[in-house]
C-alpha cells in the first residue's frame, strides 16, 4: 500500500515587510513600542518578538533581491494592514501626534469612527498604512 504522509499543520508565526530604508523604518516601529537590537539598522534581516508569540521580520530590498533577482517593489500603495491598539481615545490622539511630530505621514486624522473606535492612520516609511485604535469611550 502506498500512503502519502500527512503534511503537519503550518502555525502562522511571521509577518515579514520589505523595506527601502531599514533605519527609517526601524525608527518608526520603535515609534510604536516595538524593540530592536543595538546596531539592527545596518542588518539586510532584523525580527522583534509580538505579543502572544508572533515575529515581525524586516528585510531590505537588496535582501529580498539576493535570492529573486527579477524582485520589485509594488508600483502602488502597500497591500498590509497593520494595527496598533493604543489603550484609550486619548492615546489613538497622542500616538498619532508622536508620530506625525516626529515626521511621518499621516494618512487618516484621529476621528471617532462609526464601528466604536477612536481611530487613525499613519505611514510607515514605505508608505505603508499603520492603523491606531481603541475602544470609543463608553465601548
Keep these: ?21 531599514m533605519a527609517a ?25 509580538l505579543p502572544g508569540g508572533l515575529r515581525i521580520a ?4 537588496e535582501t529580498i533581491r539576493s535570492f ?5 517593489p509594488p ?16 492615546g489613538v490622539d497622542a ?3 508622536a508620530m506625525t511630530g516626529a515626521g511621518h505621514g499621516s494618512e487618516l486624522a ?3 469612527a462609526p464601528w466604536g473606535q ?4 499613519v505611514l510607515d516609511p514605505d508608505g505603508n498604512g499603520v492603523d491606531l485604535f481603541a475602544p470609543s469611550a463608553g465601548q
Design 25 to 49: 523604518s526601524l525608527a518608526f516601529y520603535r515609534g510604536l513600542g516595538l524593540e530592536f537590537p543595538a546596531g539592527a539598522e545596518d542588518r539586510p534581516h532584523v525580527e522583534a518578538a
Design 1 to 21: 500500500m502506498n500512503s502519502t504522509p500527512t503534511p503537519p499543520t503550518p502555525r502562522f508565526d511571521l509577518i515579514g515587510l520589505v523595506v527601502s530604508d
Design 95 to 97: 500616538v498619532h501626534e
Design 75 to 90: 508600483a502602488d500603495a502597500g497591500r498590509i494592514g497593520l494595527a496598533f491598539h493604543c489603550g484609550t481615545p486619548a
Design 118 to 121: 477612536r481611530y487613525a492612520v
Design 58 to 61: 524586516f528585510d531590505t530590498e
Design 68 to 72: 529573486s533577482p527579477d524582485w520589485r
Design 110 to 112: 484621529p476621528f471617532d
